[in-house]
């Protein structure tokens, strides 16, 4: 067990749905979790979440990925505090539906490329960096069924999760020569996270599943998505498309 005892992890989106349940995953493995809030009350709720896990530490700084200032202050507060970074995890964004594209407002076109590219951007220039800098570490991104799928009225967040999913991949190709490792984890079924309580299918992932995923080596990923969530979860590993110079 504890295998991320000594471990520094960064959750961007460690509030969300899917996120506080990475966050747990991470914890209860004994890793050090910093997650950037941007609320009390989400830092509230995440922290009564994973109150009775004894291992691990949960660390939250008030920071608006969003906005440049703010997350750059979070980058140097982790680098001086903590001094490295093995692993950040993106876990942003949100679900848009409603409008067929040709009707939507401009506003809400703007607010969903802020809330699932822009802060992707954002988060990872500032830490993929760091990891790039130490020449190791492995970089997550979250991303959903709508990255391959479209939806009629719901084509505004195929976009943004497509667009999202080229990123990784760009990175991963840009890491390709180095020991720092990017990898997107697609998951196409809805996950069983906390506020879905009992509406749920047996086959779905937890959000906990996906913790586990996102920390394994590339081997165990793809062992673990075959044996248990054949349907639900693909890992679009960047190695599987883009053969990887550094075994991890
Ligand atoms: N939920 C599912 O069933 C499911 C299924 C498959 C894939 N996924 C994938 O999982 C990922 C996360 O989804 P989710 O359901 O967990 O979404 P969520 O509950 O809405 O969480 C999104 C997270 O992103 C943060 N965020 C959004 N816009 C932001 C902004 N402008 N500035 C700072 N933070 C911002 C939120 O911060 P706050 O907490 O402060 O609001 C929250 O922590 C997505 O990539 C999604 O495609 C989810």
Same mark, same amino acid.
């Given at each position: 067990?504890?295998?991320?005892?000594?471990?520094?992890?960064?959750?961007?989106?460690?509030?969300?749905?899917?996120?506080?349940?990475?966050?747990? /995953?991470?914890?209860?493995?004994?890793?050090?979790?910093?997650?950037?809030?941007? !609320?009390?009350?989400?830092?509230?709720?995440?922290?009564?979440?994973? *109150?009775?896990?004894?291992?691990?530490?949960?660390? $939250?700084?008030? %920071? &608006?990925?969003? *906005? *440049?200032?703010?997350?750059?202050?979070?980058?140097?507060?982790?680098?001086?505090?903590?001094?490295?970074?093995?692993? +950040?995890?993106? $876990?942003?964004?949100?679900?848009?539906?409603?409008?067929?594209?040709?009707?939507?407002?401009?506003?809400?076109?703007?607010?969903?490329? &802020?809330?699932?590219?822009?802060? &992707?951007?954002?988060?990872?220039?500032?830490?993929?960096?760091?990891?790039?800098?130490?020449?190791?570490?492995?970089?997550?991104?979250?991303?959903?069924? #709508? !990255?391959?799928?479209?939806? #009629?009225? *719901?084509?505004?967040?195929?976009? @943004?999760?497509? +667009?999202?999913?080229?990123? /990784?991949?760009?990175?991963?190709?840009? +890491?390709?020569?180095? &020991?720092?490792?990017?990898? /997107? @984890?697609?998951?196409?079924?809805?996950?069983? =996270?906390?506020?879905?309580?009992? =509406?749920?299918?047996?086959?779905?992932?937890?959000?906990?599943?996906?913790?586990t995923i996102s920390s394994s080596s590339s081997q165990a990923r793809?062992r673990i998505?075959?044996?248990?969530?054949?349907? !639900?979860?693909?890992? %679009? %590993? /960047?190695?599987?498309?883009? #053969?990887?110079? @550094?075994?991890?």
């Open positions: 067990m504890d295998q991320l005892e000594g471990k520094n992890i960064v959750v961007a989106g460690g509030t969300g749905r899917v996120g506080e349940g990475l966050v747990r /995953s991470f914890l209860s493995e004994g890793a050090q979790v910093i997650v950037p809030v941007r !609320s009390t009350s989400k830092e509230q709720r995440l922290r009564s979440y994973v *109150e009775g896990i004894e291992t691990g530490r949960l660390i $939250c700084l008030p %920071t &608006h990925i969003g *906005e *440049e200032g703010s997350i750059q202050a979070f980058r140097n507060r982790v680098l001086e505090e903590y001094e490295r970074v093995d692993m +950040a995890v993106a $876990c942003l964004g949100g679900w848009y539906y409603g409008y067929p594209l040709h009707r939507m407002p401009y506003g809400d076109w703007q607010m969903i490329l &802020h809330d699932n590219l822009n802060t &992707h951007f954002l988060f990872m220039k500032n830490f993929l960096s760091i990891l790039h800098d130490q020449n190791d570490g492995q970089f997550v991104m979250i991303n959903g069924s #709508p !990255s391959e799928m479209i939806i #009629p009225e *719901e084509g505004a967040t195929s976009i @943004v999760a497509a +667009a999202q999913a080229m990123m /990784s991949r760009a990175l991963a190709e840009e +890491a390709k020569t180095t &020991h720092v490792r990017v990898y /997107s @984890v697609t998951v196409y079924n809805p996950v069983r =996270t906390r506020d879905r309580g009992q =509406t749920v299918m047996p086959d779905w992932p937890t959000a906990e599943d996906l913790g793809r998505s075959s044996r248990r969530f054949t349907r !639900s979860i693909r890992s %679009t %590993t /960047s190695e599987r498309r883009h #053969p990887r110079t @550094v075994p991890q």
